[in-house]
């Protein structure tokens, strides 16, 4: 079966300082992979999504970037961290065909100080 | 904004009794709808989906309906247990890959 993995499960982050969060998925090939952001009491807003290997599409324009080096690895970093990147960020995948369902890990909580 | 929206944040229900869930969407033209369970502290949990094609679909203790007419989606639950607290997302899938979120109805069960 397939799983998805996310690492830390919580950050504290200093203004300023670098950011990379990590995400694998096991048990399937070519998915489509996603990072979201979730502010607290809010719904899921979508920042990147991924389609395969090296491509990557940015939903808003931001101080975060997106990676894939890997075919079920998906990366979230930033140079820089600002006070508004605090959140809890989410990396789904799901398979690369339409109308099929995205699951998701279980986040990472991050805190800006 | 939002293409998706739930018509209350809230739900609080007797443990026991069927619990409903509503869901309105914006955008006509789509044509694959998700529910989802959260947690506090974790990921979104796929719960059942429904094509544009169908109005009614049930899996296990749950049943969601779509009525396209109003642009409408539900979500039922039966014999609402205290592990079905949780928040309550629909999502609505606009174009290509892409979901759109609804904010969430927070479902609490009363023993």
């Known amino acids: 079966s397939q799983t998805i993995h996310q690492w830390p499960a919580t950050l504290v982050q200093p203004v300023g300082s670098p950011l990379s969060l990590e995400c694998t998925v096991e048990g399937t090939s070519n998915p489509n992979l996603y990072w979201y952001r979730q502010a607290a009491g809010r719904g899921l807003q979508l920042l990147f999504y991924s389609v395969g290997i090296g491509q990557i599409s940015s939903e808003v324009p931001q101080n975060l970037s997106a990676s894939r080096p890997q075919d079920r690895q998906f990366i979230l970093s930033s140079k820089k961290l600002l006070l508004s990147d605090s959140g809890f960020y989410l990396c789904?995948?799901?398979?690369?065909?339409?109308?099929?369902?995205?699951?998701f890990g279980d986040g990472t909580r991050l805190s800006i100080l | 904004g939002e293409s998706v929206g739930l018509h209350l944040p809230t739900l609080s229900v007797q443990e026991g009794d069927n619990s409903i869930i509503n869901c309105a969407y914006s955008n006509s033209a789509s044509d694959y709808f998700i529910w989802y369970k959260q947690e506090s502290g974790k990921g979104p949990q796929f719960i059942i989906d429904i094509r544009s094609n169908m109005d009614k679909r049930q899996g296990q203790r749950v049943t969601v309906l779509l009525n396209k007419t109003v642009k409408h989606l539900s979500l039922q639950i039966a014999a609402t247990q205290p592990g079905d607290s949780a928040v309550y997302f629909c999502?609505?899938?606009?174009?290509?890959?892409?979901?759109?979120f609804g904010a969430g109805t927070t479902v609490t069960v009363r023993a």
């Open positions: 789904a995948w799901s398979v690369g065909v339409s109308e099929q369902p995205q699951h």
């Open positions: 999502a609505e899938n606009i174009y290509d890959y892409k979901l759109s």
